[in-house]
């Protein structure tokens, strides 16, 4: 006799959940890398024009190109604050889903655990019921002499 865990379906269910949990939370995970990295990308381009405005500002500039350099440096403040929030977004996204994947793996450990339980039960049982029978056999034997 074999041994069939009368819950498998549930497992392969919560199996089929964590599964999913893991590759959502991977999806989280890189969509919050790539936003992330497009805000680094703005922070250093915002970076290289201050250092450039500052350079500029050294020498002799016409008005026309320091409103260039601030309105510039505005454009890109503004898409810098509009990348935090998305990144910031994804970030809490990310956290959920990864709350989300932790919940999922427990539920299935714990179905395991009770799987694992049930299947030491039911060897525990059919060495008891081998034991049984040897001993049935070896007391027939004995009669028998």
């Known amino acids: 006799m074999s041994f069939r865990y009368s819950l498998q379906k549930l497992m392969d269910v919560c199996e089929r959940e964590k599964e999913e949990a893991e590759n959502v939370y991977s999806d989280a995970v890189k969509t919050f890398e ?11 381009r915002k970076e290289l024009l201050e250092t450039d405005a500052r350079d500029k500002l050294s020498q002799k500039v016409s008005i026309q190109d320091i409103q260039l350099m601030q309105s510039s440096m505005l454009f890109l403040q503004e898409a810098i604050q509009k990348q935090q929030q998305l990144t910031q977004r994804a970030r809490e996204q990310m956290d959920l889903k990864h709350k989300l994947l932790i919940e999922a793996s427990f539920e299935h450990k714990k179905h395991e655990k009770v799987r694992d339980k049930k299947y030491m039960q039911f060897t525990l049982e059919e060495k008891r019921l081998d034991q049984m029978q040897m001993d049935e056999l070896s007391i027939q034997r004995f009669v028998r002499q």
């Open 34 to 44: 790539e936003v992330a990295t497009a805000l680094y990308h703005l922070l250093k």
